[in-house]
């Protein structure tokens, strides 16, 4: 995936703020916040979008809400945390591969 930018960033072609890393998953702060903590849950495999997932890639699934509750004890201000997914470009997704938006520090109700 030449073109993709977090392919980029997961190979360290473009720099990017890492806040966590495992051997499957790439947590980065999201470029322009939209809430005091907003980082990026973003698995290392290029996968484009939920609707793109097959049996193999689910496991990310529970390695990102893994991921989410370890941000949540290790970093104070994002104790209670909002995730989402922007899945498909109607849905808002602009960086076409799957990630997790993990957002903390500002009260907001659902959606
Ligand atoms: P989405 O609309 O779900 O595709 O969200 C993509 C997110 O990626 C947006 O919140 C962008 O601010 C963020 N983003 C885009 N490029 C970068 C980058 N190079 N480093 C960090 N975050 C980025």
Known sequence: MQECVFCKII???IASKKIAETDDILVIEDIAPKAPVHY?????K??????AME???FFYGSKMLAMAQQLSKTIPAAHDFKL???SGKMAGQIVMHLHVHFTAGKLSGAL
């Open 55 to 57: 049996n193999v890639d």
């Open 11 to 13: 190979r360290g072609d």
């Open 46 to 51: 290029h996968i484009q979008d939920i609707q």
């Open 84 to 86: 989402q997914v922007n």
């Open 40 to 44: 990026l849950i973003i698995p290392k």
